[in-house]
């Protein structure tokens, strides 16, 4: 059974940083896409960040472009969101999200549809 779980999340002043990490079970984080998403109060769930854990392709939103960083560590079989320079709007519920596919060669990871999700991290960054 997939499993992934967030966490990392917080309360952090605006230009603070935090560090989310997607610890994923049941499959290898090896060779797949994993993708963060966040959903503000109100609003849509957006795609901030998807990338190949085998190198290449990460792909970022424009919120959050030249401030967040994809990577992932394939020995902990977990996924992470470093997140620099936060700001007021990066305020909301944080998902990670991968679907049952390797691959041998990088893909175009936001091009897929994520099956499998966690249950959220929540980050508040206050101005």
């Known amino acids: 059974q997939t499993q992934l779980v967030e966490s990392g999340g917080g309360s952090v002043q605006a230009g603070g940083s935090l560090r989310l990490s997607c610890a994923l079970s049941?499959?290898?984080?090896?060779?797949?896409?994993m993708a963060w998403f966040r959903q503000a109060p109100g609003k849509e769930r957006e795609a901030i960040a998807f990338?190949?854990?085998?190198?290449?392709?990460?792909y970022y939103a424009d919120s959050v472009k030249g401030r967040f960083t994809f990577s992932q560590d394939i020995a902990k079989n977990t996924a992470y969101l470093q997140m620099n320079s936060l700001k007021s709007e990066d305020t909301g519920m944080y998902y990670c999200?991968?679907?049952?596919?390797?691959?041998?060669?990088?893909?175009?990871?936001?091009?897929?549809?994520?099956?499998?999700w966690g249950q959220g991290t929540q980050v508040t960054v206050s101005s």
């Open positions: 049941g499959l290898s984080v090896s060779r797949r896409c």
């Open positions: 990338g190949f854990t085998s190198g290449g392709n990460t």
């Open positions: 999200a991968t679907f049952d596919m390797v691959f041998l060669i990088a893909p175009q990871c936001e091009s897929y549809q994520y099956s499998s």
